[in-house]
């Protein structure tokens, strides 16, 4: 990497990576931020990890470091917090690629939403929070982080994700402690670091696929076909699926697997040649499997005539409640109660106690709403 007009440390050898972690091992908490490269490159990868401390940014190449163990310490450390910004996919990541997890973190995107923030990027909440302005460039969004040398001008896009982190947490920190909410953040922030990356099932995607839903059984076994083929060429040229064969066109020719692949918009290079050749023998493969059947989904008990327009009648009381709770805490109502809930909720009102206990409700929603919710439901 290049950088030397970043104000920041370039870590890009083992020996200085584990210098730097010595170093930061030691500190109360340190800022994260990641820099992949999935709308370029598949698999995708983690290629730049941006750490701050109180006085220094480090950026560090894993692509150059052939051990990256002892980050994982540090991710791990209970007496170090980890300040992180919409942290779910850096989190899911971590684990994706090394089985890294975090054991406390603040999240100033969670933070920046109970103190009501509407507009949660990084770059709006730094600037509605302590007034600065840092870069974002689409440009650089989009950038293939696998590519090196990186510019100066990477990675001083990078450095300034996590160079104002702590200013921010305290600044949030203090708006919390002010409106009462720092438990209903540090619980947030605690169901967060257990999230996983979980890899797609296979022979779900094409379940899974937007539109497949209205294919029939044959359909649905071109497309079965067409996805496996799209996987494994996308894994033999390193990029991501979109990159190889549009999802629009997929669909396409699984509702009319005859067409003519050089008529197909969206395939481009697959429309023609050897790569039209292996296209149609995917197809064909499909055509000639067994028709697929879409997998049952789980039912509870049926609900008669009237029990549904009782629902129906409940499920509007509960989201008025629900919007009046967010007006009256000048949040998104939509922090405030799990929506999967309330829809259990309003088919059977008489299970509240039960529906407390369920794993969508967290614990300061039941310290701040379980009364009020009783009596919207008696």
């Known amino acids: 990497m290049s950088g030397n007009a970043v104000n920041a440390k370039i870590v890009v050898s083992q020996a200085r990576f584990e210098r730097t972690i010595g170093k ?17 490159r598949y698999p995708e990868r983690i290629c730049l990890i941006q750490i701050s401390t109180a006085d220094q940014v480090f950026l560090v190449d894993p692509l150059s470091i052939e051990d990256m163990t002892l980050l994982g310490g540090v991710l791990a450390d209970e007496k170090v917090e980890i300040i992180l910004h919409s942290g779910d996919y850096d989190i899911r990541s971590l684990d994706r690629d090394w089985d890294f997890h975090i054991s406390k973190l603040f999240d100033t995107s969670i933070a920046a939403a109970f103190v009501g923030l509407e507009r949660l990027g990084l770059g709006s909440v730094l600037e509605e929070m302590l007034e600065v302005i840092i870069p974002k460039e689409k440009s650089m969004q989009r950038s293939d982080w696998t590519i090196r040398p990186l510019s100066d001008e990477a990675l001083t896009y990078a450095a300034e994700d996590v160079r104002h982190l702590f200013r921010l947490r305290d600044a949030l920190g203090e708006k919390l402690q002010e409106l009462g909410r720092v438990e209903w953040v540090t619980e947030e922030c605690e169901r967060l670091t257990q999230i996983r990356y979980e890899p797609s099932d296979p022979e779900m995607t094409v ?29 033999r040229v390193g990029r991501p699926h979109f990159r190889v064969i549009p999802d629009m066109a997929l669909l396409a020719l699984a509702t009319k697997p005859k067409s003519d692949l050089g008529k197909v918009r969206g395939l481009g290079m697959y429309g023609r ?9 995917a197809i ?9 059947r879409r997998p049952p989904r789980p039912q509870g008990r049926r609900l008669s005539r009237d029990e549904r327009e009782a629902a129906g009648t409940n499920l509007t009381k509960l989201k008025a409640w629900r919007v009046e709770q967010g007006k009256r805490l000048s949040l998104d109502p939509g922090l405030l109660w799990p929506m999967v809930s309330l829809q259990r909720l309003s088919r059977f009102p008489n299970t509240l106690e039960a529906e407390l206990e369920s794993p969508e409700v967290r ?11 009783k009596q919207v439901l008696s």
Do not use: C, T
Request: aromatic share 10%; no cysteine; proline share 3%.
């Open 273 to 281: 040649g050897r790569l039209a050749a292996e296209l149609r023998e």
């Open 207 to 235: 379940f899974n696929f937007k539109g497949s839903r209205d294919l029939d059984g044959y359909e649905l076994a071109v497309l079965k076909s067409l996805l496996e083929y799209r996987e494994s060429h996308a894994l």
């Open 24 to 40: 930061i091992s030691s500190e109360p908490r340190i800022g994260i931020d990641l820099e992949s490269n999935g709308f370029f």
């Open 284 to 292: 064909e493969r499909g055509m000639a499997a067994d028709p697929l």
């Open 363 to 373: 614990r300061w929603q039941r310290a701040e709403f379980a009364e009020s919710l």
